[in-house]
Structure formats: structure tokens, C-alpha cells
């Protein structure tokens, strides 16, 4: 296997031809960072590129040939979301602002270590896991439009042939709108699925872990490496590892879809729809039942998830504010932290009141369904720059529109995925949506090998 076929090649596949000795680990690297140079003075996908990676790499084949290959990542280059802490290379969390981070694993970074990871660089990030663009990193199917936020680097950084995975912090979105927009696969897990010890935390109520990856097996193989119980997450779930390997072959008969009508089909791109769509039927015709639903109670949500962000990211952010560091912020970060203040005890309340209504609601659809589809994004990648946009004839900001399908599954904390499901006449990646039950990782990744499976790339 040469380094170019590994960047094509599944990660089990790449993983076992370094632990053989059929590809170089450090060549693989080289390759990477090779890459890197050529184009990410354009794309601006990373903010620091691990001085050591090829030493790294050179260990890792030395490994091999001694017998004593690590695990299921040995030798793979992987890309970090700069606010997982990591020994060895700096954490910003996408801020100027004169904050010192630790130099130290985190649990999930921890695993991929052990696993046998080698990380390669710290991937940008809209600021402190603000926002949905990424600035300054491009999109690159298109370098004037974004990536997607917050870990937007990550997304690019895999689209680009950069890495072969990256790591992403997911509150509203997080994951799943770079991978929707950048045309790969991005996988929150439930929450407390994956341990957060270790991740500059954003809202410690809603913030998932999990990856963006070139395919669906791959995006299993790291939930399997990176999860896990996590004693320094108050969040995290005495759960063991999710084992989604046997969920990879299995086909649609018998699985049971939902396609909620209300919210995640209102005010949609028409070609994002029939893409959408497409994917559903195909879902249909190889053997699952589709079942559509409404949930009325969701067209409150976006207040409801607002609330809890805000006053969740301020009261983070106050001794920040208290030492002045929040002068040094980018403004729509700094805006947005001051606004939390805004939100009162009574506001905060009313928004968990009706997240335990939604949860409620959606326990219900669970069990007449295993999974829930649909768009991911009601649009692709917007221009850099650009503030609206206009869907069924009505103007609303980007902020709006990009987050609109994702963040229910924040406020549910369930699992949720999102794959390359087509392209628009632009050519740019469209995503599909999919949804699950509580710790029922194994029917998300099963429907979403099936659709992948049977579409063209």
C-alpha cells in the first residue's frame, strides 16, 4: 500500500499494512504534511503542525517491526480540534486571548494515544467552539466559500487529504455541520458517551465529543477508540466502549425510519431536499419502513437551546471576563459571552422545562422507531462573508439556518451522524441527518453504512 492508497483506504486496512510492514507510517505522515505545505497557506485548516509527527511515525514503524504495534490507530496521522488538550503540542481553543492551557492529555486524546494515533497538528476552530464558520479557514470544494463551525479545520483539514481523521467538540452542531459542508462523515455520540476530561468546554450541559473521518467505518472505529467511562467528566456515562463493528454489514430490512415532517423539512434548499430524499427512498426500497411523524413542540427550540448555551458558555467565561481577557476576543465571541449575561434564572428554567418536554416527545418516537432522517443543513456552504439567506421566500441569517437541524440532537443529548448523500449544482456536499435512541449508536451507524454504501461518492 503506498501512502496515496491510504489516503483511499479504510483505517483498519491502513492500520494492519503498517503493523505488516507494507506502508511506512512516517511515509504516510510525510504525505500529510506534504499536503499541508501545498495547500493550507490557502485553506488555513491548522493552527500548529506537531514538530514531531514524522518522529512519531518513525516510531511507530519501528514498533512494527519490533512486534509491539499498539492498536487499532497504530501509525495513523490524526488531526486534533485545538481545544482538546494534548501533551506536547499548544491549546489555544481559537482565541488570542492571553489564556494558558495545560499541556496534557485529555481522555479522549489518551485513548487515541494508546490506540496507537499519531497526532499531527491542532486544527482551527471558531473561537472558545463559537460560531459556524471557521475564520479564516476556506472550504475546499470551494475556497471562497466555509467550512462550516465550530471545528471547521477538522473538517477541511480530512476533505483535504491533511490527516485521515481529526478529532470535533459538538454543542449545537458542531461536527456535523463541517462534515455536511465539506463532504465527509462527522459522528456526535450520546452524550457522556465519550469522556470530555481535557476539552476547553463550551456548555457543559449540550458539548459531545466525536470525529470527522473520510467514511462511515471510520467515524465507528474512533467512537470505539474514544469512548469509554471518563471519572474526570461529571457528564460522562459508566458505560463501556460502544463496539459498532458488526452495525457496519448489516443491511435495511426491518429497520424502522423516521422522517419527521415538521422542522426538519421546512425552509430548505429544494436541491438539498431531493437529495435528502433520494436517500430516503433508497432507504425504502432496500427493506426499511419508513414511518413520518410530526413534533409540533419543536419550533421552540432555538430559544430554548440559546438559553442554555448562553448562560452556560458565560458562567464559564467569568473569570475570563473578571481578568479582562474577554477584550481580546473576536467580536461575535465576545458579544455572545456578554449576551449570557443576559439570560435569567427564570429563562434558564423555562429552556430545561422544555428540553424534559422534548426528551419526552422524542422517547415516544424511539419507540416506533430506531433511527430519525433527514437534512442535515437546510443549505451548503455559503460564500465567506455572506450574512443571509433567503429560503421559501423568507430572508433569515446564516447563524439561524446552519444550526437549525443540528442542535435538537444537542438538547436530547442522543446520537446523531451525518454523511455525503450528493451534491448540489454547484458542486458542492449535501448531508443526511441521522438520528438515534440513547446509547443506540449500533442503528445510526447500520442505517448509515446502507446509505453510503449505495451512494456514489
Not at 467512537?223 to 460502544?242: F, H, I, K, Q, T
Request: hydrophobic residues 40%; glycine residues 10%; proline residues 6%.
Amino acid at each position: 500500500m503506498t501512502p496515496d492508497e491510504a489516503l483511499k483506504s479504510p483505517l483498519t486496512d491502513v492500520a494492519a499494512a503498517v503493523r505488516a510492514g507494507k506502508l511506512s507510517s512516517a511515509d504516510l505522515v510525510a504525505r500529510c504534511l506534504a499536503n499541508i505545505e501545498a495547500r493550507d497557506g490557502v485553506l488555513k485548516s491548522f493552527v500548529h503542525v506537531a514538530e514531531d509527527a514524522l518522529e512519531q511515525g518513525r516510531r511507530a514503524d519501528a514498533a512494527a517491526t519490533s512486534g509491539i504495534a499498539t492498536g487499532p490507530l497504530h501509525g495513523i496521522p490524526i488531526a486534533v480540534k485545538d481545544n482538546y488538550l494534548t501533551a506536547g503540542m499548544p491549546t489555544t481553543a481559537g482565541t488570542e486571548a492571553a489564556i494558558a492551557f495545560p499541556q496534557e492529555d485529555g481522555a479522549a486524546i489518551a485513548r487515541l494515544r494508546a490506540a496507537g494515533a499519531i497526532f499531527i497538528g491542532k486544527t482551527r476552530m471558531h473561537e472558545f467552539a463559537w460560531g459556524m464558520e471557521t475564520p479564516p479557514t476556506c472550504n475546499p470544494y470551494d475556497e471562497s466559500r466555509v467550512p462550516g463551525g465550530s471545528s471547521g479545520g477538522s473538517g477541511a483539514a480530512v476533505t483535504a487529504g491533511f490527516c485521515l481523521a481529526a478529532t470535533g467538540s459538538d454543542t449545537g452542531g458542531s461536527i456535523r455541520i463541517p462534515a455536511s459542508l465539506c463532504g465527509n462523515v462527522g459522528f456526535k455520540p450520546t452524550f457522556g458517551r465519550i469522556g470530555r476530561s481535557g476539552i476547553v468546554p463550551h456548555s457543559w450541559s449540550l458539548d459531545h465529543a466525536g470525529p470527522l473521518a473520510r467514511n462511515v467505518a471510520d467515524a465507528a472505529l474512533l467512537v470505539d477508540v474514544m469512548s469509554g467511562y471518563d471519572p474526570g467528566d461529571p457528564g460522562s456515562a459508566n458505560e463501556p466502549p460502544s463496539d459498532l463493528s458488526q452495525a457496519l454489514t448489516q443491511d435495511a430490512r426491518g429497520l424502522r425510519v423516521g422522517v419527521c415532517r415538521n422542522h426538519f423539512f421546512e425552509a430548505l434548499d429544494p436541491e438539498v431536499e431531493r437529495s435528502v430524499e433520494a436517500a430516503i427512498a433508497l432507504l425504502g426500497r432496500l427493506g426499511a419502513t419508513i414511518v413520518e411523524f410530526e413534533v409540533p413542540e419543536l419550533k421552540y427550540g432555538l430559544g430554548a437551546i440559546f438559553a442554555v448555551e448562553l448562560s452556560s458558555s458565560t458562567a464559564y467565561h467569568l473569570p475570563h471576563i473578571a481578568a479582562g481577557h474577554v477584550d481580546a476576543y473576536a467580536e461575535d465571541v465576545r458579544m455572545l459571552v456578554e449576551m449570557g449575561r443576559l439570560v435569567t434564572g427564570s429563562d434558564y428554567l423555562q429552556a430545561e422545562r422544555y428540553r424534559e418536554l422534548l426528551a419526552q416527545r422524542f422517547q415516544d418516537v424511539f419507540s416506533r422507531v430506531d433511527v430519525v432522517v433527514g437534512p442535515t443543513m437546510p443549505i451548503t456552504a455559503w460564500e465567506i462573508g455572506q450574512k443571509e439567506v433567503v429560503l421559501g421566500g423568507k430572508r433569515e441569517a446564516v447563524l439561524e439556518t446552519s444550526w437549525r437541524f443540528t442542535y435538537p440532537w444537542n438538547l436530547l443529548g442522543l446520537p446523531a451522524i451525518s454523511i455525503p448523500c450528493g451534491f448540489d449544482s454547484k458542486g458542492l456536499p449535501i448531508g443526511f441527518q441521522i438520528a438515534g435512541a440513547a446509547f443506540d449508536e449500533a442503528n445510526v451507524v447500520r442505517a448509515a453504512s446502507v446509505v453510503e454504501r449505495h451512494t456514489p461518492r
